[in-house]
Structures are given as structure tokens and as C-alpha cells.
């Protein structure tokens, strides 16, 4: 059997950035991948019109903002991944019968999709401070400059302004930002007037750097505003992974091979075998490599590598960042008609910074609320029927500002991940998480939200509720497998070698320590890149 | 009348009360599918308010709201919200959900609308409970 040079498993983020670094330096690389796609959909969503126009008349709308089966509609309580429209819909394909998770206490969103978890990704690009990448285990020399490659490959945008330190970091590479919608030019506004109380309140306020490009790259277009962010990618505006995964393809040196669910690696002295699983046929397969790189996300890669080396007795770390959602009223914005100019992604984000350290934050992303349709706001509104609360909310619609609340997280003996035998699954075993968060932090996180909803109120946005979705909802998880300096089994070094293995390297957030509240994405897609750096520097 | 009938019924009653208009027959035909698909379960009480709102039209906003205050998961409900997304996406209604300009004047009339609507609610509860 032919032994491949560098195997990548998984297309999301990390497999994509790692997979680039490696074919760039000219290396034979083989990405294996379920890769769920979503063919109906692709061409479904006319190219040009925006959010507005398709509206009032494409006779065709339902499909892509409903589903064709209506299955888009969903009556239950809003959980993980409910942003997540038909059209994305693949993410989670498979995923139930392949690789499940039990757990009472945690619900996370996990993808089998081409592109991964970043299909759905809200492409909020912050920078980690030194402090926390110190405290994830990452080198903050390394990650500056990785930082600034992944920013030059994937196009991001943003603005140096006074919260630079907490959104762009050290990049000097970046396009300039969209333009606000008039909701968050308010906001903006509010704060700047009011800027002396935030800041000795320890707040901090910044535009959103993004993955979404202003200007035309290479063969992507510029954001044209459209407003249908959530339904298609067609001018490639935001950054996805299959993007750069589509672009890879057309290189002589990458093999792309979809249809395999990874199950288990066999370390061996001169090269890893790895056992595959066919989705469609249910056989096994078996490929050998030089070089595994995993980069399945921290839960997938937890799963490979508990079932690779694991007793079934082993417990690993879990990292994820808990969640509130806080619909905001805006009352200055309601009564105004739709505005054709908008975004659904994050505009603006607040920083609570008490110990003005850049450490042990919290952070509150700031987003209009337009296409997403009323049908997903409606049935929050207690005590009205339909018909009442309808033109309410056309009233109301125009001035509603989702507030997104994102905690740190560090491990304790509350939050871990074992593998277990399941007969009703496929692969005969299930990971089981628990997740709970300790009377301290619960009380921590409360107080700072208290104190984002009364920054929210000064800056004249009122919140109607606080929605906790449920742990795991973040959709940002990390630690699984974390960096150690010693080789404890389940453990990574800093260079993201599996302890214990020769050939095994890990390139997603399993290895991170600490998960900070700023979105982890890019720092993930660096580390991703530093990773199959170091790869290469070590072969040298 | 066969299931699909009765279910094109519903669709009419509960657009006009949605949208104070006709389904179109896509909206229907799509209502209709979507039940199909995913049929709810409705107990004997149910169905016994469903029975009552499609022989009495005038009723379908009151159990609506009715339902709204003492049951809000029900599969009535479910039923009514999966009509207000159809018609949500559908062109004829687009403007029926879209954002709309107001003056500081309107806040009167929604005002009013929201009395209405707190009436309909209690009022609903009341004939929810009679026709249990």
C-alpha cells in the first residue's frame, strides 16, 4: 500500500489553512473528508438581487429561506445552531448517526460538511491578546506572524480605532471595514458621547473585524451589501474554507477525498495508518501516512483520538465558551421602513475589560436583525396571537439589535469528554460531555452580563430578555487535547505533535488551555498554520 | 372532505386571519406538504378547538391568542406559525412583514393594537376553556 506524504483529516478551517501552508511549500497533501454539500441549494438563491428584492418577488423564496420542505421552520426552543438556514443545512448531516454526543448538559453543533463548522461561521476575525495566547499555550511571536498570512490569504477587514488592542491586535494587514447600518452608527454614536463612563466602567467598543473583503481579491468580489449572508456564499465575499479548499484542488500536489468519516490511527515506526469509513457503502478503508494531521475540530479530534489510543477510561478537558443571546430594543430605530443597505454580519463589539489587563474578558457582538425573517423572533413574543403581534413587529422590526454574549473558559473537573459504547450508533461508541459551570463562574458571568445590559441601555439599546441557548451553543470549543510540556498521553506539545505518537499532529483548538471570549476562529486558522510550519521546519 | 381538503381549509382560514387575505394557491399547496411532512400530535382537545375554529372562522384569532396565554406549544399553534412562515415568504404578503415607515403618530394606533390583541388573548382563554 502506498504511503502518502501528509494527510489532512477534516476541510473546515484548520484543515484548510493547514492544508495551504503544506501545498504552498510544494508537499503532496491528501485531505479526507465526509464533505456534506448541499447541491440543491447552490444555484437556488438568485445571483444578484438582495435580501429586499427576492422578497417581494421570487415566487421561489421559500426554498432557500424555509427550506423546500419547509424544514427551516423549526417549532421547538432555540438551541444550538439556530441561525443556521436550509441552505447551510448539510453542516449537520450525518453528524447525529456518525458522530454523536450525549450528554443532558452540553449540546454542541459539530459538522461533516465541506467546509466544516466555517459553512455557518459568523467570520468575526479578533486577534487573541499576548496574555491569552500565553494562557492557551500559543506563541505569541509565531501566532503575530501567522496572523498576518492568514490575514493576507483569506482578505479581512477592519479599523484601527481605539479598541484596536482588542479586535485588530498587531495585524497590519487588513481591508477597510463595511459600512455600518444606520442601528449601529447610533450605537456608536451613543458610546462615543458617553465615551468617558465606559471606559471607567471598563468598557471598550470597536468595529468587528471580519473575514469579508471590501475590495475585490483575486477572483472574489467586494461585499455588495446584498443581506442574504446567511442564506448564500455565491460572490465569495466572506471567506468559507471550501473556498480556499476549491482553490487547492486545482494544484497538481493536493488530493481531495470526500466520503470518508475518519475513525482511528494506528501509530506505527515508520509511518500511521488510518481506518476510514465510507459514508455511502459502510466499507472500510485504510490509507497510510508519513504525516496525520488532524484537524476535526476539538470534539472530533478528542473522538479520533480516544478511540486510536484510548481504554475507555480516559476523561479529557472540554473548553467552551458560554453563550447568552440578548434581543435588544432600540427604541430611537423602530417605525423606520427597511433599509436596503444591511448586513447580517456582527457590526460592532463591546469589550468588558475590568482589570483594563486584556485578560479574562467578556465580549458582546453587536448585529441588526433583518433577514432573518420575522417568522424567528415571532414566537418569542409571549401572550399575542399571530395576527396582533405582527403588526407589532413590523413596527418594532427596524430597531432590533441582537447582543451576543461570550464568557472565557478555563478547565475544571466540571467540564470533560469520555468515549463510550453506544450501540445505536454507527461507529459503536459516542462521546459523552459533561459540562457545568462552578457556582463562581455562573455568578461571574451573570454580573457581567448585568453590567453589558445596563452599558446596552446607555447607549440606548433595551434589552427584552436574556436567552441562554444551552452550553455548547458557542459553537467554540477547545482544550480537548490541551499543549503540555510534558508528554502526558492526550496531551499535545507546543508544536502540535500528539504525545506519544510519531506522526500525529493536531492543527484545530484541541490543544488550546485557555478559551478566551473573543471568537477563536483566527486564532485557530494562525495556529492551523503554525502548526504545518513547524511540520516543515522539522523535516528541514 | 380528505386530509388534504381540510388541510387546504386550515390554510385559507388561518392566512385570511394572518394576513386579512387569500393563501395564494402555492401558499396552500406548500401548507399542505408541510403538515403532510410533519403531521404534529393533536389530543382529543385539539382537535376539538380545530373542529370549532374551521366551522366558525371568526374564532380562528381568538383560540390563536387564547392558546397563546394557556398552551403556547400547541399543535394548533404549530399549525398557525407554519402558516405565518409561508405567507412571510411569499411575494403577494412580503410587505405584510417587512419593516415599514411610521411617524411617532403610529404609537397610538399600536397602542390600540396592542389593547386589541391583550383583549383577544383573554377572551380567547375563555372560549379555549368553553370548547374543552
Known amino acids: ?540 | 372532505m380528505n386530509e388534504a381538503d381540510k388541510l387546504a381549509k386550515q390554510a385559507e382560514f388561518f392566512s385570511r386571519y394572518l394576513v386579512g387575505g387569500s393563501a395564494t394557491p402555492k401558499a396552500v399547496e406548500l401548507y399542505i406538504h408541510a403538515i403532510q411532512t410533519v403531521p404534529g400530535d393533536m389530543n382529543s382537545n385539539e382537535k376539538k378547538l380545530l373542529s370549532f375554529m374551521l366551522s366558525k372562522p371568526w374564532s380562528v384569532g381568538l383560540v390563536d391568542a387564547g392558546l397563546a396565554m394557556v398552551n403556547p406549544k400547541s399543535e394548533i399553534r404549530r399549525r398557525v406559525y407554519t402558516m405565518f412562515c409561508i405567507l412571510e415568504a411569499t411575494p403577494e404578503y412580503a410587505e405584510k412583514f417587512l419593516p415599514q415607515k411610521h411617524s411617532l403618530w403610529f404609537l397610538p394606533v399600536l397602542g390600540l393594537i396592542g389593547v386589541r390583541g391583550v383583549l383577544r388573548s383573554l377572551l380567547g382563554v375563555l372560549l379555549v376553556k368553553a370548547v374543552r
Open chain 1, 1 to 540: 500500500m502506498k504511503i502518502l506524504d501528509y494527510v489532512i483529516i477534516g476541510s473546515g478551517c484548520s484543515g484548510a489553512m493547514s492544508a495551504q501552508t503544506l501545498v504552498e511549500a510544494g508537499k503532496q497533501v491528501t485531505m479526507l473528508d465526509v464533505g456534506a454539500t448541499n447541491a440543491d441549494y447552490d444555484d437556488m438563491v438568485p445571483e444578484d438581487d438582495d435580501f429586499l428584492t427576492l422578497r417581494r418577488t421570487d415566487p421561489e423564496q421559500y426554498r432557500y429561506f424555509l427550506g423546500s420542505n419547509i424544514e427551516g421552520v423549526v417549532w421547538g426552543d432555540v438551541g444550538k445552531g439556530a441561525q443556521v438556514t436550509p441552505g447551510r443545512s448539510h453542516m449537520a448531516r450525518h453528524t447525529e448517526t456518525h458522530i454523536p454526543v450525549r450528554s443532558e448538559t452540553f449540546s454542541p453543533l459539530e459538522s461533516l460538511g465541506y467546509g466544516g463548522l466555517g459553512i455557518g461561521w459568523g467570520v468575526q476575525c479578533w486577534q487573541y491578546s499576548k496574555d491569552e495566547m500565553k494562557a492557551a499555550g500559543l506563541d505569541p511571536k509565531r501566532m503575530a506572524d501567522a496572523y498576518e498570512t492568514v490575514s493576507k490569504r483569506i482578505g479581512i477587514s477592519g479599523v484601527k480605532d481605539d479598541a484596536s488592542d482588542y479586535t485588530l491586535g498587531t495585524l497590519k494587514t487588513f481591508q477597510k471595514s463595511p459600512d455600518m447600518d444606520r442601528n449601529h452608527v447610533r450605537v456608536q454614536a451613543k458610546f462615543e458621547a458617553k465615551r468617558d463612563y465606559f471606559t471607567n466602567n471598563g468598557f471598550h467598543m470597536g468595529r468587528t473585524p471580519l473575514a469579508l473583503i471590501t475590495e475585490d481579491k483575486d477572483d472574489r468580489k467586494a461585499y455588495a451589501y446584498r443581506d442574504m449572508d446567511f442564506y448564500t456564499d455565491k460572490d465569495r465575499s466572506a471567506w468559507r474554507p471550501w473556498i480556499t479548499v476549491n482553490e487547492l484542488k486545482k494544484q497538481k500536489n493536493f488530493t481531495y477525498i470526500g466520503g470518508l468519516l475518519v475513525l482511528r490511527f494506528d501509530d506505527k515506526k515508520d509511518y500511521v495508518e488510518i481506518e476510514c469509513l465510507e459514508i455511502e457503502t459502510g466499507k472500510h478503508e485504510t490509507y497510510r501516512a508519513k504525516h496525520l494531521i488532524l484537524a476535526t475540530g476539538a470534539l472530533g479530534s478528542a473522538r479520533i483520538v480516544l478511540r486510536s489510543l484510548g481504554t475507555g477510561k480516559e476523561k479529557l478537558p472540554l473548553l467552551c465558551n458560554p453563550y447568552t443571546y440578548v434581543p435588544c430594543l432600540q427604541p430611537a430605530m423602530v417605525g423606520k421602513a427597511a433599509e436596503p443597505r444591511k448586513m447580517g454580519f456582527a457590526q460592532l463589539s463591546l469589550f468588558l475589560d475590568e482589570q483594563a489587563s486584556n485578560f479574562d474578558i467578556s465580549v458582546a457582538s453587536l448585529y441588526s436583525y433583518q433577514s432573518l425573517m420575522m417568522f424567528r423572533v415571532i414566537k418569542q413574543i409571549p401572550f399575542l396571537g399571530y395576527a396582533d403581534a405582527r403588526p407589532l413587529m413590523r413596527y418594532l422590526m427596524s430597531g432590533i439589535v441582537i447582543m451576543g454574549v461570550h464568557h472565557p473558559d478555563k478547565a475544571t473537573d466540571h467540564k470533560y469528554l469520555e468515549l463510550v459504547k453506544d450501540d445505536a450508533s454507527l461507529t459503536g461508541d459516542a462521546l459523552k460531555a459533561h459540562y457545568e459551570l462552578t457556582d463562581e463562574e455562573q455568578k461571574e458571568y451573570s454580573r457581567r452580563e448585568d453590567k453589558m445590559v445596563g452599558a446596552a441601555r446607555k447607549m440606548g439599546l433595551h434589552a427584552l430578555q436574556r436567552v441562554n441557548p444551552g452550553y455548547g451553543s458557542s459553537v467554540h470549543y477547545a482544550g480537548t487535547l490541551p499543549f503540555a510540556s510534558d508528554d502526558r498521553p492526550f496531551t499535545l506539545g507546543f508544536d502540535g505533535k500528539l504525545h506519544g505518537t510519531d506522526h500525529v499532529y493536531v492543527a484545530d483548538s484541541s490543544g488550546f488551555n485557555y478559551l478566551p471570549s473573543r471568537g477563536l476562529t483566527f486564532s485557530l486558522l494562525a495556529n492551523a498554520h503554525t502548526v504545518a510550519e513547524g511540520i516543515l521546519r522539522n523535516e528541514k
